[in-house]
């Protein structure tokens, strides 16, 4: 049997030492709640402590009020200070009996008290009658207060248990149970005063309001340019904020497969009318004079190219400025002189449209002011355009000066009410920046018509069912009706002339025939087409369709024939949307959705054709055919399709009848998808000697690299192991200088070792190059100095060889190392250079019968124009592996050729894991910053001071990166770098990886004079994540 200390008997229960701790928790507990509920009470009053011993009290000794005797005995015994020690034997029943017949009280924490100091108060024989009905009143008064007063801040409704409550309590009251409802309503009053204000973001239904959505339409356009098509594109694009606009990037759902399926077969839609116009006006003989010195024939065609001169056709090309080809390139353009052949127009001069891309517009713009003496601003119908009335709106009144989102009835005031206008188009900039500059001398004058055009795009070979089913050709004007009365009075004046009766009738029969090509690639590259069209809302299909070719009307039709061979005539590239005084008309004579729909709503059979005769919107339109891919041997002809210009505020109008015929839509990431298909280089990033392209690129690259600091250490690739100085960027100058000394080195090593070095003053050539044949003994000891010196052995030594070129090189070449970085673009060496890449251009070597050899005189000859050139160049592994951008273009040594030849599955070498030299400065870094935070912070407390950020110093060290300039950016790794990759993805037209990116020109020359005829061509690409190098084939497409 377990010791128990029996502290009383009462009843016939016995407290035991469990039964007492339990007791005492009891006690603490109680004496802290009733403390807690007493905190607040009037000082008047009081409460002794008995009040919690008698409780306990009644509980263990059966309690009721002590008698007389009793409180004698707590008097005389409470002045001893008992005490009770915890003892493992039972107490005699004697002490028992005497300690439960005093009534000790405890001495101990949460124990009864009798007294301020231990002694018990006796209870008074008489009280005050007033004073203690005063105490009372006050408890009263307080826990009537504390009664009344919210302990939580639940509402009424929340009080009641759950299965008692209902959703309708919270705003309606007799929900609620009679004897809350009053204290509800209370609630609901107090609620009411305290609500705040409307947040400026209103409701759904507040915006719905068309003067709302208007204004907050125009409101969130002075950043960022909305297109036409924004609403549509922000409902189902990722968008992105690019260039001053608001462009759709990718689309929300998983289409990068079905893009690619649309491109090939289908049809794919873009809308590209964020693209620039520039146009100029002026005699043909000054315009080709000022802009003939911002391109070379070197490069292909010129704006004074015979068909594009015409207007037939659409021309391309890349623009320089003034007479610094082949160096400071602006940018490539494409353009289109209007038609020659123009009824009624009687005006000698020419006018021509430049298109080019945004971040181009201002370098462009610029030195064609400078060229021409463009200089005077001019007051054009462009300079300020008026904002348009949306839908509905031409009868409504301005709103009054209420508060937005008000109920307010719409009053009918007629004529005089004033609209809210909407923004659209070039409405959009600023108006009080000219848009129109002339020249007196020249007799020029260039506008700025960026916003005044849309430009849609359908790419695949479905473009001409689309068109042929989602337009047609407007109706010639009979003249039943007063032209004054109609608001297309100019189509009225051209229907008049017999002339232009008989245009609008062969452009339409040319229109209809392209429903009888399979394919936009089969018509002459450029053909442009004018149109005037109808209204397509009126002939919109009623639910979704895909248009299909019908080739089998058009078999045997002789002009179909005829189409392919010559193209469109002359005659049918005019249009209407040339003159700015018809596209303004159109744009402002345009019948609202809401009248188009209330008229379908008002005829007698529902769904038939909606008739509205000389009040219908005709619409001039150019049609210009993009030929696709136009370089190489494979997939000629893929991607093309056809532009659409329209005026402007007319986009949403074409763009649904198009979505209706069942195209596909894409985005900017669908543009470049499009182009590293058609092995085309992409604006902006793909042109590294262009300002544009080097902000491009410095703006990724801060993007790429934000991204990469929000990832730890740990689960981020360490870049400076794997071998990779520039994760981010290309350093493409650095590229090109590293390879230029690299030969000068070589190259002055050699001329040193032979015994007639005064015979070879140039000091400028390619390494291991003979001078009749290109394979030598010679060239096999340079391949193998390259291959066994990975890190550059004696690099000081090969500083000091520089140092010393530096004295000796003669004017010509020292102004030709200091230029700029440029790329190769002349047609006649790239055809060269694609002659030498290989086995891949063996076909295209024999109809070219002047092609040199690969000699030292021809390749000498190529880099004393071009010392520091890039060349464009495509890819394709020959075995696994996607290559992404960023990916290292890198020179194969005789072991991996040698291995390749022996074993076909060798899919290439492993490159090192390299040393990381940052991580114990990195370390120290942090172990000073450490100590001068803390030094600081002890400085801030000795002042009396605040503790401030450290100085600002040298910008800190991330551990993974490569820190301060590159080490010998070509020699880095056990590979020669000889480029680096802009585009790269698997590729779904040849079932592997393909790339698209630029090398050196003189380290190319290098590595194909290096290698046999059998496996010239072959190059290694390495990711920047990855140790391991690929096998795939260099080419050059002209």
Not at 206 to 219: I, S
Request: charged share 25%; net charge positive.
């Amino acid at each position: 049997m377990r010791p128990q200390l029996a502290l009383s008997r009462c009843g016939g229960s016995v407290l035991t030492r469990g039964s007492l701790g339990a007791s005492g928790r009891m006690s603490n507990a109680k004496e802290r709640k009733h403390a807690k509920k007493m905190r607040n009470q009037p000082t008047s009053v009081t409460l002794s402590s008995g009040f919690v011993s008698d409780r306990g009290g009644k509980h263990h000794f059966g309690g009721g009020r002590p008698s007389q005797s009793q409180k004698q005995e707590l008097h005389s015994e409470a002045s001893q200070q008992w005490q009770i020690k915890m003892s493992p034997h039972v107490l005699p029943e004697s002490d028992v009996s005497e300690q439960s017949s005093s009534k000790t009280m405890f001495k101990k924490k949460g124990g009864w008290k009798a007294g301020p100091e231990g002694t018990s108060q006796e209870i008074p024989k008489y009280i005050t009658a007033s004073t203690f009905a005063q105490a009372r009143a006050a408890e009263i008064s307080a826990m009537l207060k504390a009664v009344a007063q919210k302990s939580s801040n639940s509402l009424v409704f929340q009080t009641l248990p759950r299965h008692m409550r209902r959703r309708a309590m919270s705003h309606n009251v007799k929900r609620l149970p009679r004897r809350l409802q009053e204290i509800a309503k209370k609630e609901a009053e107090k609620a009411t005063h305290q609500k705040k204000e409307h947040s400026k973001n209103k409701c759904h239904k507040a915006r719905r309001c068309h003067v709302n959505r208007t204004l907050e339409f125009n409101h969130r356009q002075k950043k960022n340019i909305w297109l036409e098509t924004h609403i549509w594109h922000a409902k189902r694009f990722h968008m992105v904020k690019k260039w001053g606009y608001c462009l759709g990037e990718r689309p929300t759902a998983k289409s990068h497969r079905a893009c690619y399926r649309a491109m090939t077969s289908l049809c794919l839609l873009q809308d590209l009318s964020y693209y620039c116009c520039l146009e100029l006006k002026g005699q043909e003989e000054e315009l080709l004079k000022a802009l003939s010195q911002m391109c070379s024939t070197d490069t292909g065609l010129t704006f004074a190219a015979v068909h594009c001169l015409s207007g037939k056709r659409q021309g391309s090309l890349v623009l320089y400025r003034a007479n610094k080809y082949p160096r400071e390139m602006l940018g490539p353009v494409t353009f289109v002189w209007k038609s020659k052949k123009t009824p009624g127009d009687t005006s000698e001069d020419r006018q021509l449209w430049i298109w080019l891309h945004p971040t181009l517009k201002l370098a462009v713009l610029e030195e064609m002011k400078t060229l021409c003496q463009c200089s005077e601003p001019v007051n054009s119908s462009v300079c300020v355009p008026e904002p348009l009335l949306t839908a509905a709106q031409e009868s409504q009144p301005e709103p009054a000066d209420d508060k937005i989102g008000k109920k307010r009835k719409r009053k009918d005031d007629g004529e005089g009410a004033k609209g809210t206008k909407k923004t659209i188009g070039g409405g959009a900039r600023d108006p009080s920046q000219p848009r129109s500059w002339g020249s007196a001398a020249t007799g020029i004058v260039i506008s700025d018509l960026t916003m005044e055009m849309n430009r849609f795009r359908l790419i695949g070979p479905l473009s001409h069912c689309i068109l042929t089913s989602a337009l047609s050709a407007a109706p010639l004007h009979t003249g039943e009706e007063d032209a004054e009365e109609t608001p297309h009075h100019w189509w009225s004046v051209a229907c008049k002339s017999p002339d232009g009766v008989l245009l609008h009738r062969r452009q339409e029969a040319a229109f209809q025939l392209l429903g009888g090509i399979s394919s936009p690639a089969e018509i002459p590259a450029g053909t442009i087409l004018g149109l005037t069209v109808r209204d397509p809302r009126v002939n919109l299909p009623p639910q979704r369709s895909r248009a299909l070719p019908h080739p089998e009307r058009y078999q045997d039709n002789e002009q179909v024939r005829q189409l392919l061979l010559e193209g469109v005539p002359v005659e049918c590239a005019h249009s209407f949307i040339w003159n700015r005084d018809i596209c303004r008309s159109v744009t402002e004579n345009k019948i609202s959705d809401q009248d188009l729909n209330r008229m379908r709503s008002e005829l007698l059979v529902p769904g038939s054709q909606l008739v509205l005769g000389p009040h219908e919107s005709k619409i001039p339109i150019l049609l210009i055919q993009q030929p696709g891919k136009m370089t190489g041997e494979d997939r000629l002809g893929w991607g093309s399709g056809w532009d659409v210009l329209l005026p402007k505020a007319w986009g949403m109008a074409f763009w649904i009848p198009f979505i209706y015929q069942g195209v596909r839509v894409g985005g900017l990431k669908e543009a470049t998808v499009h182009s590293q298909y058609r092995r085309s280089p992409n604006i902006p990033g793909d042109f590294p000697d262009c300002l544009a392209g080097a902000l491009f690129a410095e703006d990724q690259a801060k993007d790429l690299l934000e991204n990469y600091k929000r990832r730890p250490p740990a689960k981020r690739p360490n870049y400076v192991k794997l071998g990779t100085l520039a994760p981010f960027h290309c350093p493409w100058e650095q590229l090109t200088q590293d390879w230029e000394s690299r030969v000068q080195a070589q190259e002055a090593a050699t001329v040193s070792s032979m015994p007639c070095a005064q015979d070879h003053p140039r000091p400028l050539g390619v390494a291991g190059v003979a001078e009749e044949i290109c394979q030598s003994p010679h060239e096999a000891s340079i391949a193998e100095n390259q291959r066994t010196g990975p890190e550059v052995p004696g690099f000081p030594a090969q500083a000091a060889t520089e140092m010393v070129l530096e004295q000796s090189v003669s004017e010509k070449h020292a102004a030709a190392a200091g230029s700029q970085l440029c790329v190769l673009r002349s047609r006649k060496l790239l055809r060269q250079l694609s002659a030498w890449c290989g086995p891949s251009s063996e076909a295209r070597r024999a109809p070219c019968r002047g092609q040199q050899e690969l000699t030292r005189k021809a390749c000498l000859s190529i880099l004393d124009d071009f010392p520091r050139a890039l060349v464009w160049v495509s890819l394709s592994l020959l075995r696994k592996g996607s290559p992404q951008p960023r990916t290292m273009i890198c020179v194969p040594s005789k072991e991996d050729l040698l291995q390749l030849s022996q074993d076909q599955c060798f899919h290439g070498p492993w490159e090192s894991r390299h040393s990381d030299p940052f991580k114990s400065l990195i370390l120290k870094e942090k172990e000073k910053k450490k100590m001068e935070k803390r030094q600081n912070r002890e400085q801030a407390v000795s002042k009396g001071l605040a503790a401030g950020a450290p100085p600002a110093g040298r910008e800190a060290l991330v551990q993974g990166l490569w820190s301060g300039p590159f080490p010998g950016l070509t020699s880095h790794c056990s590979r020669v770098l000889l480029g680096f990759v802009t585009q790269g993805d698997f590729s779904m037209a040849v079932g592997c990886g393909e790339a698209l990116g630029f090398v050196s020109v003189t380290g190319l020359l290098e590595m194909l004079s290096s290698q046999s005829a059998a496996s010239r061509g072959l190059v290694l690409l390495r990711p920047p994540t990855s140790l391991q190098y690929r096998f795939a084939r260099i080419a050059i497409e002209v």
